[in-house]
C-alpha cells in the first residue's frame, strides 16, 4: 500500500511540474513513433515505461549527510546551514539564494523559483542546464535563420547549425523570456537519440567544451576516445557522437550538466575546458578569456572589489581526477545502476545518489558489507568536510582582512597582489564546495585543491600585515 501511494503522488506531482500525466500516453494503435520532436518524456514512456517510471521518482525527495533532501516544494537553503557563504558570495545572487539539490524532475522549477532569477537579471544561458535544450534550440536557430528542418538527423550539418545559432539567440534573451520557450525539465531526448536510443551528447556547451578540451595538450587518461583522436590527423574537431565509445557516453551525458560553465551576459555560456579539467586549468582559461579585453569574471566582491569567478556544479571535473574515472567507471555505472526487471536489464532512471542503493551501485564491484562501505564514504566526506571549513574560515578571514584594509585608507595598488589571492582561494574553496560529491569523487584532489586554498588565504593575510601601517 505504501508503494501505490508513493506512485500515485509522484505521478500526480508529475502533472504539475514536469507537464506530464502518471500514465505514458499512447499513439492510436500502439506506443509513440519517436523523433526529434519528441521532447515530453511521457511519449518516450510509452515505449520504455520501466525507464520512464525510473525518470518519474526523481520527483521524491531524497538525500544524503551531505547532499539532497528537503520536502514542501523546496531544497533546504545552504546559506542558513553555513552562514559564511553570504560573505563568501556577498554581492552575488548566490548570497541571496543558495539550495541543496533535488532530483532531476525539479531542476528547471527549482531554477523558476530561485530567487537568483526573481531579484536579479539574468539570461537566457542558464537553462542550458536545466531545461530540455535539444529542440528549443533547433526551433530557435530555424526562426534565426538556420538551414533545413527538424528532420534532419541530429549529427548532421543543418542541425548542427540550428543548434548552435539556437544556443547563442537564446542565451542572449533574458532568462524570463528565455524561460518560457521551454516546457520540461531534462529529457529523454537530450541523452538518446530517438531512432536507435544510443547515447549522445546534444548541449552545445559540452560539445565545444569537449573539442577544446581535446585540442588542448592537457592529459586526459580516462578519456580513451580523446587520445585516440589526438593522434589523428586532427582534420576536424573531436566530435563524442562521432569518436567517443558507449562507456565513455555514460559519463559524457552527465557532463553536459553535471559541469562548471561561465553564464553571463559577457560571452556565450562556455566550459573552461581549454587548457584541461584541473582547477588551476580552469582558472587559466577564464583567465585567458578576454571578451571585453579583461578577463573573465562573475563579480566583484561587494566587501573588497576582488574579480571572482563563481564555479557551479563540477562534478564531472572532479569525477575526472578520481580512481573510478581511472579505472572506466562512469558516472551512470553508480548514478543510474544496472537494474534487473523479470527478464529485462535496464540502467536505472531513478537517479539519485549511489548511497541510497549500495547494493547495485556499490557492491557490484567492491566487497564487504553495506555498513562498511557506508562507513568508508563517510570517512571520506568528513574529512572533505573538516578541510572545507579550515578553508572557508580562512576565505572569510582573508576577505575581513581585505575589508579592513580598505577601511583603513590603505591604496588599492597595495592590495592588488591579495585581491587577486582571494579570487584563486576562493575559486578553489567554491569547486569543492559546490561539487555535490563532498570530495568523494576525488578524494586526494579535493583535499590538494582545499589545501591550496587555506594556504592561499593565510599568504593574503600576511602580506596584508606586512603593509605599513599609516599610524
Known sequence: ??????????????????????????????????????????????????????????????????????????????????????????????????????????????????RRVTERPQTGGCLHCHASTTELYRQAGLGHGAPGSLRAPFDSPEARTQLMTGFEAVGKLPYQEATRLAQHPVACIDCHEPKSMRLRVTKPGFLNGIAALAGSSAPVPYLPSVEAWRKGDRSRPYDPNRDAGTQELRSMVCGQCHVTYYCGPKTTLFFPWSQGLKVEQMEASFDACKPQDHRIFDWKHARTGAEVVKAKHPEFELWSQGAHALNGVSCADCHMPALQEGKTQISDHFVRSPLLDVAH?????????????????????NRTRSLMDQAEDALVQLIGALQQAKADGVPEPQLAKVLELQRKAQWRVDCINAENSMGFHAPQEAARVLGEATDLCRQGQADLRAIPSKN
Open 361 to 381: 551501485a556499490c557492491s557490484t564491484c567492491h566487497p564487504g558489507s553495506e555498513a562498511d562501505l557506508k562507513a568508508q564514504v563517510a570517512g571520506i566526506q
Open 1 to 114: 500500500m505504501d508503494t501505490l501511494r508513493t506512485l500515485l503522488l509522484v505521478g500526480l506531482t508529475a502533472i504539475s511540474v514536469l507537464g506530464l500525466g502518471a500514465a505514458a500516453p499512447q499513439a492510436a494503435g500502439g506506443p509513440a513513433e519517436l523523433n526529434e520532436s519528441s521532447v515530453d518524456p511521457a511519449l518516450w514512456g510509452s515505449r520504455f515505461p520501466l525507464q520512464y517510471q525510473g525518470y518519474l521518482r526523481t520527483l521524491e525527495g531524497t538525500g544524503t549527510q551531505y547532499g539532497g533532501g528537503g520536502t514542501g516544494g523546496q531544497a533546504p537553503e545552504k546559506l542558513d546551514a553555513d552562514p559564511r557563504l553570504k560573505v563568501i558570495f556577498d554581492g552575488y545572487a548566490f548570497a541571496l539564494d543558495y539550495r541543496s539539490r533535488r532530483g532531476h524532475g525539479h531542476m528547471l522549477e527549482d531554477q523558476r523559483q530561485s
